[in-house]
């Protein structure tokens, strides 16, 4: 009997890492993600230049030693503008989606557990919500408010809150009834208890999967609102402004919007390799719930 | 003998699914009555068998009295206080615990065993010194080995799982188990390991034992005392070993009857009971079993019997049938 | 004696590494009821799903399974699904798997007979006398019914009639009875029994329950790790049983154990595993009786004309 036992691997989670390593694409993307996270929180040290200093004598400079992705049109040194930008883009994102993420989890996790009447009118609140038009609503907002980093942040926060709220709703709906649950009310637990400690656990598998697939997502967005001057505010650097910037130089120096293009590809496909990768990691073990 | 759980002339509806302008408008919404005029006493370390066929409300019975579903009529008392007392849910909650049928979807599917089955001390902020001890010693007391307490549930075996869900149901010495079909899903082998452990437990332990079953020979081998339920109301109560040897009610006769006998040269030719157990939703007028029932007379199709006693510790829901 | 309608030789299934089934041999004749009985992991499903020629995909199959002989595991898939409604039909612990939950049952029962040649309203009145025969109050209703509108005991009923329509000589239950409560149980049983007499065919019935075997069988295989560790007539079985896995398990039985207080009997430690099965006789590790030579194969032990047990311990 206890044979058994020591042959099983000693912790699910090591187990779900360790598939997910052994997938090739989810390995490729976690690796991807590890490049960009380390270049956003060191950016001070791996970026060779100030990506603010201007030099104009040398603008528009073809990738050399020196530099090496090239200089823009007012002589910033391209491959430091990019590390901070990662750092824009992360942070844009990491915040957004976490903030979003985290309102989501509690509104789903009460709409689910909570008295039916609760549930029905936050599910009226985040149906509105999400029937509003994604980029007419970020318009709107963005002209009331004005451009910039928080504008942007709260704008993903309010569009993505739905779909995450919804995602939790769902899945408490079905685990409030598994017998895991009603077991530890036969043993007194509250609903605090029981929605932090048991239900929570195993929701929030299936959200880190979508809250990393919509990462390369916000991403997207963030350099696109940027590009249109609704977004970050130059001379911040953003993937998005160095895309703007090499647009209208596109016929004096290609390479700078070939240049801002290469990150925004990469960790797009990272963060969605890194989301199938888990999803697949994580699945045989999300079947839970009544029987 | 002291009583540990009384139920007295206890009714319980459930909602029936409605739609959302139902939920919302204050207006009387439908429900299905599933149990009706239950009265019933639990001895203090006796095991009760409660026999019925699914949709005859046995579930629903225990959830009852475990307080995870309202009563709309009739009177819980346990270690004679009624739950309406303040306090007194969480004095039942802690004296009372709940073996499931599927024992690996009772347990946290992404806690480990060790934790698991210590959950009720956390719950009830119970100071535990050493948790792990505790864990295994508990593990112990089942026949599990301390190793199992590092797995999680899907990684036991059907037995195993009984097992844990057995020690987490003994870890605040209760007064009181119920267990839903507790050998559901298990080999025969294994079942009598289970039955075995339930029994020793009782005797060492003093805790009385609830078993919900469909399973008669389970029944009849554990219980010392039975009741046997039909759409929701009992129909017959007494000794297992009486009621086995003489059931009253036609109804216990002809599921007594109906177990198929492994013994071949003990084959059955005829057919103890025909028709279906009706919908509780179409619940019969009358005796809820005039139906099926090979006695029916005119009187049961419009007059319910009453649970009347009908011989020392034996209780009869039927207008004809008697000792 | 005439050729047994079902032969299956030295049948082997093995998913990947683990072997399910270890060179099974039996057989069942026209107007017998076969038991095929044993414990989960003993590899009844597997066979079961040998038997009607659908091995799990990524199953390796070997040795033979003769229905009316041919062997259904030679034959190329479209032969074998000819076989499969003509000669063999299988009733499923969960009746409703056998139906699709879109279609009436009517419109279903009419396509099961799609390889007839008939006119429609010719196939329906089969289906409608079928669904009577098989006690559905109404069929004329139950025609136009959807499997999710009925109840447990009159889906099974349902399946029942839908596995005979073709009438197959060979029709395979598995575990008929399991998902229904005891009243429906012993109907459906009591049907089972009607219906032999009709059928001219054999039924094989996979179950763990002893009850079921005593009430229906005529001859049984008891399973244990994807062997057929003993074969008898029903009454051989459960009044002189000869190896001690038989034994044991109709002692933990406790529809056999006499009323009472005190332990009932179990079978201590459990089922090898079949990834590694053990060179000699699997049980060995169990068993009161082993010894030594337990770790060779067993010999198959004949008691009298139709009981066999493979042990060393009980040589007649």
């Known amino acids: 009997m206890s044979s058994v036992a020591e042959a099983l691997p000693a912790s699910r989670r090591s187990g779900a890492l360790h598939r997910l390593m052994r997938d090739r694409m989810g390995a490729m993307g976690a690796v991807l993600v590890a490049a960009f996270v380390a270049m956003a929180l060191f950016a001070p040290w791996l970026a060779p230049y100030d990506p603010l200093k201007l030099d104009v004598m040398h603008k528009l400079m073809p990738p050399s030693l020196a530099h090496w992705a090239g200089t823009d049109q007012l002589g910033r040194d391209t491959l430091s503008r990019l590390i901070w930008g990662a750092r824009t883009a992360l942070g844009v994102a990491v915040s ?52 910039g980093k928080g504008t942007l942040i709260l704008v993903i926060v309010l569009v993505s809150i739905p779909g995450y709220a ?22 007194g637990a509250g609903p605090g208890r029981i929605l932090a400690r048991h239900i929570l656990p195993n929701v929030v598998g299936p959200l880190v999967i979508v809250l990393s697939m919509d ?50 590809v990469l960790s797009t496909i990272g963060f969605t390799f890194l989301g199938e990768g888990l999803r697949d990691a994580l699945d045989p073990r999300l079947k839970v719930g009544p029987r | 003998m002291t009583a540990l759980y009384e139920l007295s002339g206890l009714s319980a509806d459930l909602p029936l699914p409605g739609d959302l302008l139902t939920a919302l408008l204050p207006m009387r919404k439908p429900r299905l009555n599933v149990l009706q005029d239950i009265t019933l006493t639990l001895r203090k370390g006796e095991t009760f ?74 719950i009830h902020r119970e100071g535990l010194p050493d948790r792990r001890a505790m864990a295994i010693e508990l593990l112990a007391r089942v026949g599990l080995p301390p190793a ?82 039909y759409l929701g109301r009992l129909v017959e109560t007494g000794p297992t070993a009486e009621v086995f040897a003489q059931p009253f009610h036609p109804y216990t006769a002809s599921l007594i009857a109906s177990e198929p006998n492994p013994d071949p040269r003990r084959r059955r030719a005829d057919l103890a009971i025909r028709g279906e157990i009706p919908s509780l939703l179409r619940r019969p007028k009358g005796c809820e079993f005039h139906t099926r029932c090979p006695l029916a007379a005119p009187q049961c199709r419009t007059l319910a019997p009453t649970l009347r006693e009908v011989a020392p510790g034996r209780s009869l829901r039927c207008h004809l049938a008697g000792p | 004696m005439t050729e047994p309608l079902l032969q299956v030789r030295d049948l082997r299934v093995a998913y990947g590494p683990v072997q399910a089934l270890r060179g099974a041999s039996l057989n069942a004749r026209a107007g017998e009821v076969v038991g095929i009985v044993g414990e989960s992991g003993c590899g009844k499903s597997t066979l079961a799903a040998a038997l009607i020629g ?41 009746p409703m798997t056998a139906f699709n939950p879109v279609l009436t049952l009517g419109d279903q029962l009419i396509d099961f007979q799609h390889r007839l040649a008939e006119p429609r309203a010719a196939k329906r009145g089969r289906a409608r006398a079928m669904l009577a025969r098989v006690g559905l109050p109404d069929p004329d209703l139950a025609l ?153 194969p067993p010999p198959r032990h004949r008691f009298g004309p139709t009981q066999v047990a493979a042990c060393y311990a009980v040589a007649p």
């Open chain 1, 96 to 147: 957004s989606i976490g903030l979003a993420g985290a309102i989501g989890i509690a509104l789903g996790l009460v709409a689910g557990y909570g008295p039916r009447w609760l549930d029905m009118a936050l599910v009226l609140v985040l149906d509105s919500l999400s029937s509003l038009p994604m980029i007419m609503f970020a318009l709107a907002v963005i002209t009331v408010l004005g451009p």
């Open chain 1, 166 to 187: 919804r995602l939790i709703r769902a899945q408490t709906l079905t685990l409030k009834n598994a017998d895991f649950v009603q077991a530890e009310r036969t043993m």
């Open chain 1, 215 to 264: 990462v390369p997502v916000v991403i997207m967005l963030e350099a696109g609102l940027s590009y249109l001057n609704l977004g970050v505010k130059p001379p911040e650097p953003s993937w998005g402004n160095i895309l703007y910037d090499g647009y209208t130089s596109l016929r004096s120096q290609p390479a700078l919007v070939i240049a801002a293009g290469v990150p925004l």
């Open chain 2, 49 to 122: 068998g409660l026999v019925g066929e699914s949709g005859s409300g046995k579930t629903t019975l225990a959830r009852v009295m475990l307080g995870l579903a309202p009563a709309s009529m009739g009177e819980r008392r346990f270690q004679g206080e009624p739950l309406s007392a303040p306090g007194a849910m969480a004095r039942l909650r802690r004296g009372t615990a709940m073996m499931f049928q599927d024992p690996v979807a009772s347990l946290s599917p992404r806690m480990r065993v060790g934790e698991a089955i210590t959950e009720p001390f956390a």
């Open chain 2, 148 to 229: 199992i307490a590092a797995r999680y549930p899907h990684e036991l075996s059907g037995g195993q799982a009984r097992r844990v869900c057995t020690a987490r149901a003994l870890a605040l010495n209760p007064a009181l188990v119920i267990a839903d079909e507790p050998t559901a899903g298990l080999d025969v082998s294994i079942q009598g390991e289970i039955l075995n452990l339930m029994s020793d437990l009782k005797d060492e332990r003093g805790v009385g034992f609830l078993i919900i079953s469909h399973n008669l020979s389970v029944i009849r081998h554990t219980a010392e005392r039975i009741a046997i339920l």
């Open chain 3, 54 to 94: 659908l091995p799990a995909p990524g199953a390796t199959v070997s040795g033979e399974v003769r229905i009316g002989g041919d062997d259904l595991l030679a034959l190329p898939e479209p032969a074998r699904r000819r076989l499969r409604g003509e000669r063999v039909a299988m009733i499923f612990q969960d």
């Open chain 3, 144 to 296: 136009h019914r959807y499997v999710h509108e009925l109840s447990g005991g009159m889906r099974q009923r349902a399946a029942i009639a839908a596995a005979l329509l073709m009438r197959p000589p060979l029709l395979v239950a598995d575990e008929p009875t399991t998902a229904l409560d005891v009243t429906m149980e012993a109907q459906i049983l009591h049907l089972l029994r009607e219906l032999r007499g009709e059928h001219q065919g054999a039924i094989v019935i996979i179950t763990h329950h002893l009850g079921v075997v005593g009430e229906l069988c005529d001859r049984v295989y008891v399973m244990y790790a994807g062997e057929v560790v003993e074969e008898g007539t029903v009454e051989e079985i459960y009044h002189t049983p000869r190896h001690p896995y038989t034994r044991a398990l109709i002692a933990c039985d406790p529809a056999h154990v006499a009323q009472g207080q005190g332990h009932l009997p179990t079978i201590p430690g459990r089922v090898p595993d079949l990834a590694a099965p053990p060179a000699g006789c699997a049980f060995a590790a169990r068993c009161p009786l082993a010894s030594a030579r337990c770790a060779t």
